[in-house]
């Protein structure tokens, strides 16, 4: 059984960071590409930064500079640190994988960046 546990999240002040990381039971991480999503209240869940098995990355416009997805594949554990965060960074954010068609999700965590 596939499980992803997101963890992290919090109340940061505007120009704060913060360390996300999802672990994942049930599924080898290494073998597939790992997304971070995220979804604000009132609106569309949009992609945040991907890294595929080999290692390559891409993010959002709105993060790039600021975010950085990585991978510990010896913890089975993908991470998204988020520097110089803003408000407009709050949402819930989640993690996802693809296997054999099929999308897993975790729960999400909440991230608030607030004065």
């Known amino acids: 059984q596939v499980q992803l546990v997101e963890s992290g999240g919090g109340l940061v002040q505007p120009g704060g960071s913060l360390g996300l990381s999802c672990a994942a039971s049930?599924?080898?991480?290494?073998?597939?590409?790992i997304i971070w999503y995220r979804q604000a209240p009132g609106k569309q869940r949009e992609l945040v930064a991907a890294i595929t098995s080999g290692g390559s990355t891409n993010y959002a416009d709105s993060v790039k500079g600021r975010f950085a997805i990585s991978r510990d594949n010896t913890k089975n554990t993908v991470y998204l640190q988020m520097n110089s965060l803003k408000p407009e960074d709050t949402a819930v954010y989640y993690c996802?994988?693809?296997?054999?068609?099929?999308?897993?999700w975790g729960q999400g965590t909440q991230v608030t960046v607030s004065s």
């Open positions: 996802s994988v693809r296997q054999l068609s099929f999308d897993y």
């Open positions: 049930g599924i080898r991480l290494v073998l597939y590409a």
